[in-house]
């Protein structure tokens, strides 16, 4: 396996990984619930989708990571791009993680009824955290590695160009919640964010199935890998080749 398929791998892996926070749609449900801090039931499923989306968020880094060596040998100040806007929405999603998390420990220590607004405020700023670190950031890393993959050709081009319009649609999504046309989880805000999830899919399944399509780039990484060995045009000009003793190479 070369070092380019490895990468190509592993990115892949990471990409389908940013899937695993799929549960917490259902896990979730019960911080919902009006009354949750005072009442009665376990915890689990709101700490698992905790951990779900943990494993997330490092993933989030991981793809950025692993694939910027690639994508700055086309374009390094968008390959930079991609890893700040990768890592902040990673902390977008951490920071959602603290206010449920936060939620649960209320409710492990027995908060009462008044304790029910500090609730309902928790939750709002996770669902605002959500909203601009799942919803709107994403929309940013498809135009950024969308735009260097469609140029630099190191998947089909068909790929990027999902992540390039699935990026509008998802803005959309996110500015038609934010100013209440619907609410966050509703068929309209699913409708427009099936793009750029099938981008993301798509995208992790080639890298792991295909890898790096042959490229410039792929071609340059390979000769870099590849150690040639000495050579007469490596030595200074004006300068000749030792001469070998035979008596010492016979030894």
Known sequence: MTPLRKTALIAGTLYLLTFASIPTLTLYG???????????????????????EMIVALACIGT??????V??????????????????????IIAGIVTLMSVVTLRQAGA????????????????????LGQGFLPAVNALLLGTLLYQSRLVPQILPLLGLIGAPLLVTSAAATMFGLWDQVSPASA??????ALWEFSLGAYLIAKGFKPSPITAGMAATNTTAPTRSADI??????????????DR
């Open 112 to 131: 009462g009824p008044e304790a029910l607004v500090t609730g309902q405020a928790l939750i709002a700023l996770r669902d605002w955290t959500f909203l």
């Open 191 to 196: 409708l427009l964010t099936i793009p750029i």
């Open 71 to 92: 994508l700055k040998r086309h374009n390094e100040g968008l390959a930079l791009g991609f890893v700040g806007i990768r890592v902040l929405e990673a902390a977008t």
């Open 30 to 52: 019960p911080v919902r619930e009006p009354n949750y801090i005072a009442g009665p039931g376990p915890d689990t499923g709101v700490i698992w989708g905790g951990v779900l």
């Open 236 to 249: 200074p000009p004006g300068r000749a080749m030792p001469e070998v003793d035979n008596r010492t190479r």
């Open 64 to 69: 950025a990571i692993v694939l910027h060596p």
